[in-house]
C-alpha cells in the first residue's frame, strides 16, 4: 500500500484564491482526518470522518474552510476564499475503526500539502 | 477536559547524552497514548503506543497513570534523533489529541 496519498505536494497561491486539497486514505480505513500544522500552533485537527460521515468539524476555522468525503477513497479540504494566515502543512490522516476488531486507533499519515498565499 | 501537554518546545542535548521528553495528560477514562515523531520536512509518522510496551531505535516510554504522564526516554542520544516528537491520547472516538510538540536537537 502506497499509504495515504495527498495532492498537490506544494500549493502557492495569491489570497482571494479557492484552493483545494485532496486526500485518499489507505484503502480499507475507516476514519480520515485533517489536520493544519503551523510554528505558532503546532498540530491542529480541522475535521475528522467516520465511514464518510463528518463527525467533528469545531476545529474548522471558519466558514471559508469546508471539507467533504464523497466516498471511502477520497476526501478533499477547501479554502474559499484563501488568506495569507492560511498558510500553513495540511496533513491528511486515516486509521481502522476498532469495531472491526483492530486493537490501536493508531493514525497514518500523509506527506502533506504545503500551502503558501502571498 | 482532555489535553496532553508538552512543557518544552525545545530540548538540546549533545550525542550519547540520556533525554527524556515530557509528556502528561488529562483524560477521565482509559486513554491510549503515542508518541510520534516528525524528522525535518517528512510526515508524522509512529515512534511508539503504550500498549506495544515495545522498544524503538532506543525509545522507551511507560504510562504512569498515577502521575498521568507518558514521557520518553533514550539513554543514549544520536544525532539521527533530532527531530519534532509529538506525544498524544485518544480515547474511544478514534480522534487524536496532540501536543504541541518538543524540537529535540541533538549537538554532536
Known amino acids: 500500500d502506497a499509504g495515504v496519498i495527498q495532492s498537490p505536494r506544494h500549493e502557492v497561491t495569491e489570497m482571494g484564491q479557492e484552493v483545494t486539497l485532496r486526500c485518499k486514505p489507505i484503502?480499507?480505513?475507516?476514519?480520515l482526518f485533517w489536520y493544519r500544522q503551523t510554528m505558532m500552533r503546532g498540530l491542529e485537527l480541522l475535521i475528522y470522518?467516520?465511514?464518510?460521515?463528518?463527525?467533528?468539524d469545531s476545529g474548522m476555522p471558519e466558514d471559508r474552510f469546508s471539507a467533504k468525503m464523497p466516498n471511502a477513497s477520497f476526501s478533499t479540504l477547501k479554502i474559499q476564499p484563501s488568506e495569507p494566515r492560511d498558510s500553513a502543512v495540511y496533513f491528511c490522516?486515516?486509521?481502522?475503526?476498532?469495531?472491526?476488531?483492530?486493537?490501536?486507533?493508531?493514525?497514518?499519515f500523509g506527506p502533506g500539502t504545503r500551502l503558501t498565499v502571498t | 477536559a482532555q489535553r496532553v501537554t508538552q512543557p518544552e518546545k525545545l530540548l538540546s542535548v549533545f550525542k550519547g547524552a540520556p533525554v527524556e521528553l515530557k509528556c502528561n495528560y488529562s483524560y477521565s477514562g482509559s486513554p491510549e497514548l503515542f508518541w510520534y515523531v516528525q524528522y525535518s520536512r517528512q510526515r508524522l509518522q509512529l515512534l511508539l503506543r503504550h500498549i506495544s510496551r515495545e522498544s524503538i531505535k532506543g525509545f522507551t516510554a511507560d504510562l504512569n497513570k498515577g502521575e498521568t504522564s507518558f514521557h520518553l526516554k533514550k539513554p543514549f542520544a544520536q544525532e539521527e534523533d533530532s527531530a519534532m516528537y509529538y506525544c498524544a491520547l485518544t480515547g474511544n472516538t478514534g480522534k487524536l489529541i496532540f501536543g504541541q510538540g518538543t524540537t529535540l536537537q541533538v549537538k554532536p
Open positions: 490522516a486515516s486509521s481502522f475503526d476498532l469495531s472491526t476488531g483492530r486493537e490501536s486507533y493508531e493514525q497514518y
Open positions: 484503502s480499507g480505513h475507516d476514519y
Open positions: 470522518f467516520n465511514n464518510n460521515v463528518p463527525i467533528d
